[in-house]
C-alpha cells in the first residue's frame, strides 16, 4: 500500500455553496463566460488611486513653487515701475571715478500710442502677444532650431511678458532658477494686468542705448519728439535697439542701427502690418540729438567702459558698483602730460594699457566738458609711419632681418612714387636704419617685395580689425585706424603675443571660460618678435623718436601724415604701453607739426611720471619734416629751433629759440669774402649751436 497518494478534499457540509466565478475557465480570448464581469469601485481602480496622488503631489508643488518665489522674487514687485539704475565705477584700486544714473523717461500708454509704434515692437519682440499667455512655446521652438541647426545669428525665445519680468526686479544672470521664476512671474503678469498694461510697463523701462531707459527719453534723446510723435522709421530704428542697445546705439553707429531698422520693417511686413509697398516707402530714420541739460557725470574713460559695464551688470538695477581697470595715478599722469602739452586750436588723445590690454589711462580730448567726444575711441585717423610696424614685421617674417639691406632710392609702384620727405636718399641701408630714420622709399620697395596682403595679415593678426585697402599705399598708413586698437597692436609686441584686445573692466566681470577661449592669444614667433623690438629700441635711441628717449629701454616709432594733419608716438616702456595722438578735428593741416616732436614729448612726460624714471639725454635729433619751422598763420606747436640773427657794432649775433622754450644767445658764421684767402683760419662757432639734420617721414 502507498501513503503518499493524495486524498481528495472532502468538502464541509455545514459551509454554504460558494458562486460560481464568472472568470472560471476564461483565457482572455473573448467575452468571459456568462456576460460582462462586475465593476469595481471607483477608489478601488489602481489608475485612479495613482492619478490623485499625482495630483495631489502637484498640488503641493505648486504652493511651495509660490511660496519660494514669493521669499526669492516678491511677486508684489513686478507690479511696480523699477527703480532708476545707477551705476557707480571703481578705479583698480577701489576708489569711486564715476556715477552714472539713468536718463527715465516718463511712463508711455500703449493704448494712446500710434499702432505703428506698438506694432514695430511687437512685430520684432513677441509676434503673438497678444494670444500668448505669457510664454510662446512657438517662439521657443523656433530659437532652439535657428540657434542649433543653422548658422543664422542666435535668438532668443522670450515673450515681451517674460523681458519685463527680467528687467523690473531679476538678474541677467542665466541660470535655471533665475529662468523658472521668469516664467512664473510672466503667468502672475498676464493674470494681473492686461495686454497693453504689460506693454506700457515694458515700454516705459526698456534700455535704449546712451544711458536712456524708456521710449520716450529715447524718443527725445535721439529724435527729439515725443514717443506719441515717432514716425514709423524711428519707431523702427527704436524697435530694433532692445536687441543690442549699446552695440547699435545710432549715436555711435548709425549705420548698423539703419540696417537693424530695415530688419524690423521687414517683421512689420511679414506680420500684416505694414503693406510691402508701405515697407518700402520706409526711409531710413534720421537723427536728432538733443542737447543735453547738463553735463555728463563720466569721463572720456567712464564713457568707454559703461555700456559693456552696464550690459554685464544687468540692465536694470538699484545701484551698482563696478570696479574698473582705470590706475588712478597713471589716469593723473596722462591728464597732468596733455595740460602741460601747450596746445593751441589742436586736440590730444592719449591711451595707455598693460601689456594684457587692461587700460589704465584714457584721454579723448583736451577738455572733457568742451568736447564729450573720445578722440581716443571714436575717431579714425590715418597712422602714418606707425603703421610701418607692420610692413616691417611682414619682411621679418618673410624670411629678413634687422641687419638686411632695402635701397633707399626712388621707386615707382604702379603708378605711385613715394619719395622721403626730406629729398635725402641714402642708398644701401639696413632694415633698422631704415626703421629708424623711417624711410617712406624702403617702407615702399618692402610692401612691394613682400606684397599688401602680407602686411594686411601682420595687422590683421595683431588685432587691426578696420579696412586696409590692399594697395602698396598702405605701408605709408593712408588706412585708418582708432588710437585704442592701434596701442593694442603696440601692445602685442610689448606682451610677445597677439591679439591683444583692450579691455576696461577687471577680470571678476571678464567673460566665461569658454569666451576666453574662443579669444586665445596666440605667441608671436621669436625670431620675429626679437627683430621688431630691435627696430622700435633703434627708432628711440637714434632715430625719429628720440624725444621719447627715457632712461630706462624705450621702443616705440613715430608717425605723420600728409600735410601734417595727424602725429603720433607709440610705444612702451617699464610695463607700460601708450599712444598719443594729435590733430585737429576737422583734419586740416597742421604746419610744424611731427610725430617725433610734441606728441614724442607729451609721451615722455606721461611715462616719466608713470615710471618713476627721467627723461634720457638725447642726441642731435633727427626730425622728420622740412616743415618744422612754424609759418605766421595756424601754428600750434615749435617743432624746430626758431633764429633772428643780426649784427651790433659790426659784430653778428643771433638768438635761437629752442623747441622746450629756452632762449640761446648765438653767434652767426662769419661769410668769406670772394678775395679772402681760402686758407685763413676759420671762424670758431659757439659751441652751443645745434644744427638738426632734417629726416623724410610721412607721406
Do not use: C
Not at 67 to 92: D, N, R
Not at 581 to 606: E, H, K, Q, S
Not at 640 to 655: D, L, N, Q
Amino acid at each position: 500500500m502507498r501513503y503518499d497518494t493524495l486524498y481528495p478534499e472532502i468538502a464541509d457540509p455545514r459551509a454554504a455553496a460558494a458562486p460560481p466565478d464568472p472568470f472560471d475557465g476564461f483565457a482572455g480570448d473573448g467575452p468571459p463566460p456568462g456576460g460582462v464581469p462586475p465593476r469595481l469601485p471607483l477608489r478601488q481602480r489602481p489608475w485612479w488611486r495613482w492619478s490623485m496622488r499625482g495630483l495631489a503631489a502637484l498640488i503641493v508643488l505648486f504652493v511651495l513653487t509660490i511660496g519660494w518665489l514669493v521669499f526669492t522674487a516678491p511677486l508684489s514687485k513686478s507690479l511696480e515701475p523699477p527703480v532708476p539704475p545707477s551705476i557707480t565705477l571703481l578705479s583698480a584700486e577701489g576708489n569711486p571715478i564715476a556715477k552714472t544714473g539713468a536718463e527715465v523717461g516718463k511712463p508711455v500708454d500703449a493704448a494712446k500710442l500710434p499702432d505703428h509704434v506698438v506694432e514695430a515692437f511687437i512685430a520684432v519682440e513677441d509676434r503673438r502677444f497678444r494670444s500668448h499667455w505669457g510664454i510662446d512655446p512657438r517662439g521657443i521652438l523656433r530659437a532652439f532650431v535657428n540657434n542649433v541647426f543653422t548658422s543664422n545669428s542666435s535668438q532668443g525665445g522670450s515673450t515681451i511678458t517674460q523681458q519685463l519680468a527680467k528687467n523690473a526686479f531679476l538678474s541677467s544672470k542665466r541660470t535655471f532658477g533665475r529662468k523658472f521664476q521668469e516664467v512664473l512671474i510672466a503667468f502672475w503678469l498676464e493674470a494681473w494686468l492686461t495686454k497693453d498694461e504689460i506693454l506700457s510697463r515694458y515700454l516705459s523701462n526698456v534700455y535704449f542705448g546712451d544711458n536712456q531707459y524708456g521710449l520716450d527719453a529715447a524718443a527725445r534723446h535721439y529724435f527729439s519728439r515725443p514717443a506719441d510723435d515717432l514716425t514709423t522709421a524711428q519707431a523702427a530704428m527704436l524697435a530694433g535697439l532692445v536687441k543690442a542697445p549699446s552695440r547699435l546705439a545710432p549715436s555711435t553707429n548709425l549705420k548698423g542701427a539703419q540696417e537693424r531698422q530695415k530688419v524690423v520693417v521687414g517683421t512689420m511686413v511679414d506680420a500684416g502690418f505694414l503693406t510691402e509697398a508701405e515697407g518700402r516707402a520706409v526711409a531710413p530714420a534720421r537723427l536728432r540729438l538733443a542737447r543735453s541739460k547738463q553735463l555728463p557725470s563720466g569721463t572720456y574713460f567712464a564713457d568707454w567702459v559703461l555700456p559693456e559695464a552696464r550690459d554685464r551688470s544687468g540692465e536694470i538695477a538699484t545701484e551698482q558698483t563696478v570696479t574698473t581697470t582705470l590706475e588712478t595715478r597713471m589716469q593723473r599722469a596722462a591728464e597732468r602730460a596733455v595740460r602741460n602739452a601747450g596746445l593751441r586750436q589742436s586736440q590730444i588723445a592719449i591711451v595707455a594699457m598693460r601689456p594684457d590690454g587692461r587700460v589704465i589711462a584714457m584721454v579723448g580730448g583736451k577738455k572733457y566738458a568742451d568736447s564729450p567726444f573720445n578722440r581716443a575711441t571714436q575717431a579714425r585717423r590715418q597712422p602714418g609711419s606707425t603703421f610701418k610696424l607692420f610692413v616691417y614685421l611682414a619682411a621679418l617674417r618673410n624670411g629678413m632681418r634687422p641687419d638686411s639691406t632695402v635701397l633707399d632710392e626712388p621707386v615707382t609702384i604702379g603708378e605711385w612714387s613715394p619719395k622721403n620727405n626730406d629729398g635725402r636718399y641714402r642708398g644701401e641701408i639696413t632694415l633698422r636704419q631704415a626703421f629708424a630714420r623711417s624711410s617712406n622709399v624702403a617702407a615702399a620697395r618692402l610692401i612691394r617685395d613682400v606684397g599688401p596682403r602680407a602686411v594686411i595679415r601682420a595687422a590683421r593678426d595683431l588685432g587691426i580689425s578696420t579696412p586696409i585697402a590692399e594697395e602698396a599705399s598702405i605701408a605709408l598708413g593712408t588706412s585708418t585706424v582708432s588710437l585704442l586698437e592701434l596701442t593694442a597692436a603696440y601692445a602685442a609686441i610689448a606682451a610677445g603675443e597677439a591679439p591683444v584686445r583692450p579691455r576696461g573692466l577687471s577680470a571678476e566681470d571678464e567673460p566665461g571660460w569658454f569666451s576666453r577661449f574662443a579669444n586665445m592669444n596666440r605667441p608671436l614667433g621669436s625670431r620675429e618678435l626679437e627683430g621688431i623690438r630691435e627696430l622700435m629700441a633703434a627708432a628711440v635711441s637714434e632715430g625719429t623718436g628720440q624725444s621719447a628717449a627715457l632712461s630706462v629701454e624705450t621702443f616705440g616709432k613715430t608717425g605723420t601724415t600728409q600735410d601734417n594733419r595727424d602725429a603720433l608716438f607709440l610705444g612702451y616702456a617699464g610695463g607700460i604701453v601708450a599712444g598719443v595722438w594729435m590733430g585737429n578735428d576737422d583734419n586740416t593741416p597742421n604746419p610744424g607739426l611731427a610725430g617725433g616732436g610734441a606728441p614724442a614729448r607729451v609721451w615722455r612726460d606721461f611715462m616719466a611720471q608713470a615710471l618713476g624714471v627721467t627723461a634720457r639725454p638725447r642726441a642731435e635729433p633727427v626730425v622728420e619734416n622740412l616743415s618744422d619751422a612754424l609759418t605766421d598763420e595756424g601754428q600750434n606747436f615749435i617743432d624746430a629751433p626758431i633764429e633772428i640773427e643780426g649784427s651790433i657794432g659790426g659784430e653778428g649775433v643771433g638768438v635761437r629759440v629752442n623747441p622746450d622754450g629756452s632762449i640761446e644767445m648765438t653767434r652767426p658764421e662769419r661769410e668769406v669774402p670772394e678775395d679772402e684767402e681760402l686758407d685763413a683760419p676759420p671762424v670758431e662757432r659757439d659751441r652751443r649751436r645745434r644744427e638738426p639734420v632734417p629726416e623724410g617721414e610721412g607721406l
